[in-house]
T-cell receptor
Framework: AQSVTQPDIHITVSEGASLELRCNYS??????LFWYVQSPGQGLQLLLK??????LVQGIKGFEAEFKRSQSSFNLRKPSVHWSDAAEYFC???????????FGTGTRLLVSP | GAGVSQSPSNKVTEKGKDVELRCDPI?????LYWYRQRLGQGLEFLIY????????KSGLPSDRFSAERTGESVSTLTIQRTQQEDSAVYLC?????????FGPGTRLTVT
């Protein structure tokens, strides 16, 4: 069965600093991977996705993620964090057929002035 | 265009009462999902509808939980005899091709 691990429950980053959020997945075949962001009181918004091809994918709001099969990872990065990026970030993997998303437990990002 | 909408946005109920949560998916999306998000936790899959196929109910935590969907339109999630552990945000999502689009959720508080 698929599973997703986000080892960091909380991360605090200074505004303007770079960010990397970790995600490791367990899946037997080629995974389809997603990053979602959830702002307080809001639903989840898709940041980016990886299906195949280029292992570095670009998303909205200046985010990118790199798929590394050898490490079973799909880490999210941003070169310069803004205060508005403070939110909860979820990594997810979907089974073939796109029937079910399996989510990690999330990483809460705090941005300090 | 319009996204996924859910109602109510907040619901406070007494233990033992029944509640109904509603989800309006994006028009034309054939797949619809319900998830539960407990405080400080990730999303827990509850149920999945795909067109006219039998729903995948494998995530429903107990027989107090049920959901219906008429065709490719509105879905309702019903929780009977609510318990305090049912307190959570219930999120609905719909999918057209590959991506799931989420509604803002219903925050359920059972007192």
């Amino acid at each position: 069965a698929q599973s997703v691990t986000q080892p960091d429950i909380h991360i605090t980053v200074s505004e303007g600093a770079s960010l990397e959020l970790r995600c490791n997945y367990s899946y037997g075949a080629t995974p389809y991977l997603f990053w979602y962001v959830q702002s307080p009181g809001q639903g989840l918004q898709l940041l980016l996705k990886y299906f195949s091809g280029d292992t570095l994918v670009q998303g909205i709001k200046g985010f990118e993620a790199e798929f590394k099969r050898s490490q079973s990872s799909f880490n999210l990065r941003k070169p310069s964090v803004h205060w508005s990026d403070a939110a909860e970030y979820f990594c997810a993997v979907v089974n073939t057929g796109f029937q079910k998303l399996v989510f990690g437990t999330g990483t809460r990002l705090l941005v300090s002035p | 265009g319009a996204g996924v909408s859910q109602s109510p946005s907040n619901k406070v109920t007494e233990k033992g009462k029944d509640v109904e949560l509603r989800c309006d998916p994006i028009s034309g999306h054939t797949a619809l999902y319900w998830y539960r998000q407990r405080l400080g936790q990730g999303l827990e899959f509850l149920i999945y509808f795909q067109g006219n196929s039998a729903p995948d109910k494998s995530g429903l935590p107990s027989d107090r939980f049920s959901a219906e969907r008429t065709g490719e339109s509105v879905s309702t999630l019903t929780i009977q005899r609510t318990q305090q552990e049912d307190s959570a945000v219930y999120l609905c999502a719909s999918r057209g091709s590959y991506e799931q689009y989420f509604g803002p959720g219903t925050r359920l508080t059972v007192t």
